[in-house]
């Protein structure tokens, strides 16, 4: 409630609102209009500009000059001097006055007659020749501010009689009235508002719009003027605001629509105005002011004895019977400013967005994001996130508006300063929570939130680095999980502040991440690796050895890769050389020389081993040097394994037979010198049989394989292997070398066991029954003892005789298949070249050129025909035999 006193008794100050629109502030005062003269009431006004008339019930006009005074602290007041007055000499009421100004004149009625006085000097003017300057029985007119005609120097009037039921259209010249138009209603019109061609008239039970051009009619609805006193006012181009039963404001258009809600004001309502975006209504104690935005009641003012409401090109003047009043409305921003300081944000908003039309564009659009920022505010603080998220992103608000909130998060060395007027009432976000720290952490996690959205997006242009820092100090206070996604992304963290904060909250991999995307990836490894040797806490990666492993791996800086390989290896030598084997072959990437990182794990055995199969095995590098290195680190793990006391033999089974397969499976190391250093090893006679046979000593291989280590089967598999890429010649030689082996370990000359016995006997029988195919029967059964089993050979021999039978009768096919080809290709060849030949003995040999005496002839190529003996002839005298076709062909 707010109180407002002023010097005439006929205004009670008290004043309700929900929100301060309007003032009323003195115009004309009582002593000034009547002196002494008590008895003097004002019956009607007008105002043009600065000049103010009256009309008073002793038949007088007042001619005043408002001025507007403005006050330091920006009130506005008003300075009337009295400029004339004029008696009208009819000894009647006023009832009615309107300023044609670009006529100079004003139009009167009083005592039922319309005439014209001039502005200056109020005297009546007279008729002009040919042309009356009065109207009379007139109840009422209006100005049309719309008007048709398009002359400048005329004005449109629409005209009430008091004994016909029509409505006048006059055109009003300098000194005269004209007639142009008269339309017919069904009931007596009480009163009327003209917009162009259309008149909006209440008749005695209702209201209706008329189109005075085509006669087309709309009735809008009932009325009882007996009651109420109408009201028909025009607000703008086609549309007008009616008093409705029910103590209600409608709008309707020219079409007789609604198109505004209406809006809910007092029964005895007798006078209405539209000042953008309020309706100012007056009855006889309040004034009320509702938004046409929302039909809501925005202020009331007490005002008795009022009974004049009119307004005068935006301005809203009230009068009562002795004085006159201006309802000045307060700037528009002051209106939207006391709205939102009491909180109440869509009202702010509603007011904001209904008087667009009446702000330049530019200026509108600045008032607007700061209502919209101002609101987003006031809902944060009411932890409302979802609106003030909204109102935020529509009022392009700078983010560091927000973030300036909380204590810290701007980065020390950012230029922002807050926006002045501030956009909030907040200090920061202790004060928001009075120790609430409930609160605290929701505003907390909304902040996240919102920085997460808008830090990729215009709004946060420019301030990039205060958007990210502030986010990282968050997300490490809170123990995000999004703090690595935010590092591992392109990020605007700055270092100096970031630092601080992340090892206040151990957040130690996380620093090394910054560090990282801050090109120091040394001060990075240097903070992972004391993490990983437990020098500082972090358990945000419990892999975090094997991550380190992997920046080392990937690493463009050759010497950071060497500083720190040796404590990789060192702390586990499998995973650490992995820095050297899992580096990507990228052109981006220099890359680390084989030799290089050979002699670098000198000290690191197992990695050196590890290095070198994946040289060897996995990129297959095909260098004597990398292969026999390889197997020297095989046979030196051999050899280690077999000097321990006590032997564990499980581990030397699996490193032989990784020596073994290497040996067997590379042909590029050096193999005397591996020979060389197992040569008095006699747990390694396989091996030692592998080297032979990479020497080609296969009867060395094979003598220590049958004799020394009495493997019969490694003995058939080492053939195998030998000559595995070679002949079936070379095949075949190994295979009987072996025989020959298995034989002659029976002496020359001792009789031989009987069939079945004997180790060797027994490994030669089962060496040909095994491998048949590959002997040259022949050859064996020369080499056979001839006391052996013709039976403990049938495997063999059945084997050998099959195979001999199969091979010529392949053969015989084979033979038969190409005799058979030929056959047909001769035939395909005469079928393509036989065309038929005629001889006659007309025709001569084209060897002798005598004539033919029979049909036998031979064809030469190019179907020359011949004799047959001068073919014959040719033949045994030339050198070369040709390719001759015969044919018999008949004449």
Known sequence: ??????????????????????????????????????????????????????????????????????????????????????????????????????????????????????????????????????????????????????????????????????????????????????????????????????????????????????????????????????????????????????????????????????????????????????????????????SMLDQQLKQTLSFRDGHILQDFEGKVILASTKAVYILVPLPLERQIQDLLAGHRVEEALLLTEGAQQNIPKEKFQILHKRILQQAGFIQFGQLQFLEAKEHFRKGQLDVRELISLYPLLLPASSPFTRCHPPLHEFADLNHLAQGDQDKVLRCKKFLISYLGEVRSTETANGCGEDVDTALLKLYAEQDHDSLLDLLASDNACLLADSVPWLEKYNKYFALGLLYRCNGQDSAALQLWIRVADGDLQDSTRSDLYEYIVDVLCSCSTLDLVWKYADWALRKDPTMGVHIFTKRPASKELPQLKPDDVISYLGEHSQALLLYLEYLVLERQIKKEKFHTHLAMLYLEKVLSLLSMSPTDKEKISSSREMLQALLRGSNLYHAKSLLGKMENCEQLLLERATLHGRLEEHDKALHLLVHELRDFPSAEAYCVWASASRDLAYRQQLFHLLLGIYLDGNPAGKPQAPAGSGELAMAAVDLLNRHGEVFDAVRVLRMLPEGWSLQLLRPFLGRAIRASVHASRTSQIAVGLAHSENLQLLHDRLKDRKKPIFVSEKKGCHLCHNTFSEPDVVCLPGGVPVHTHCVAQRVRDSPTKRQLTNSSNHT
């Open 1 to 290: 409630m707010m109180s407002i006193f002023f010097a005439s008794s006929s205004v009670d100050a008290l004043a309700e609102m929900s929100v301060k629109a309007f003032e009323l502030v003195p115009a004309v005062e009582r002593d000034l209009l009547m002196g002494d003269k008590a008895r003097i009431n004002i019956e009607c006004i007008e105002c043009c500009g600065k000049h103010l008339y009256l009309g008073t019930n002793d038949c007088f006009i007042h001619h005043f000059l408002l001025d507007e005074v403005t006050s330091p602290k920006g009130k506005l007041s008003y300075s009337a001097q009295k400029l004339l007055h004029k008696y009208l000499g009819l000894k009647k009421p006023v009832a009615e006055l309107r300023a044609a100004s670009a006529l100079e004149r004003l139009i009167v009625l009083c005592d039922g007659i319309v005439f014209l006085v001039d502005m200056v000097t109020l005297e009546t003017v007279p008729s002009a020749a040919g042309g009356g300057a009065k109207i009379r029985g007139v109840t009422a007119f209006c100005i049309n501010e719309n008007p048709v005609n398009g002359d400048p120097f005329c004005v449109e009037m629409g005209v009430l009689s008091s004994k016909r039921r029509t409505v006048q259209i006059y055109m009003v010249h300098e000194d005269r009235v004209q007639l142009v138009k008269e339309v017919t209603t069904p009931e007596q019109p009480c009163a009327v508002s003209v917009d162009g061609y259309f008149l909006c008239v209440a008749l005695a039970t209702q209201y209706m719009i008329l189109n005075y051009n085509t006669g087309a009619s709309q009735d809008l609805f009932p009325y009882n003027s007996e009651r109420r006193t109408p009201i028909v006012k025009r607000i703008g181009r086609e549309e007008f605001l009616l008093a409705a039963p029910g103590g209600l404001g409608m709008f309707a258009n020219a079409e007789g629509v609604s198109q505004r809600a209406p809006v809910n004001w007092s029964e005895s309502v007798i006078g209405a105005a539209v000042c953008f975006p309020y309706v100012v209504a007056l009855d006889e104690s309040f004034i009320t002011i509702h």
